[in-house]
């Protein structure tokens, strides 16, 4: 019984909604025909221009929020390559001639790999 009471108040809310969304409309429509013509104009350029108030100002936050997305994200953020050396500018112990495996190799062509 619990769900049917349930489903039963969410039908009568919305048949309030839908009686009261239809005594705003008709109020409306009584409203915009007791005013004359040049009051429903003005009131449609009133609009117009708060609309495209409406429309700068949005733009303006959606640009503003765009560029701060952009600042947080890792394309605006430090470079993780830059001020770090390459392999190419670092100290190459590999190629000097002290170096283990530059040593190993020449004497392996001398005594052999396993064997002295």
Do not use: W
């Not at 004359?36 to 959606?62: H, V, W």
């Not at 283990?100 to 062509?109: A, E, I």
């Amino acid at each position: 019984m619990g769900i049917l009471d349930v489903f039963r108040k969410d039908l009568a809310k919305t048949a309030k909604f839908k009686e009261a969304q239809e005594n705003m409309q008709i109020q409306h429509k009584l409203e915009e025909r007791q005013k004359s013509s040049n009051e429903r104009e003005l009131e449609r350029f009133y609009e117009e221009e708060r609309e495209k108030k409406i429309k700068k100002n949005l733009e303006e936050f959606r640009k503003h929020r765009q560029k701060e997305a952009m600042k947080t994200t890792v394309l605006d953020g430090k470079s993780m390559f830059k001020g770090k050396g390459n392999m190419m500018s670092g100290k190459a112990t590999v190629l000097n001639n002290n170096h283990k495996l530059l040593s190993m190799t020449k004497q392996t062509k001398q005594k052999g790999m396993f064997f002295k």
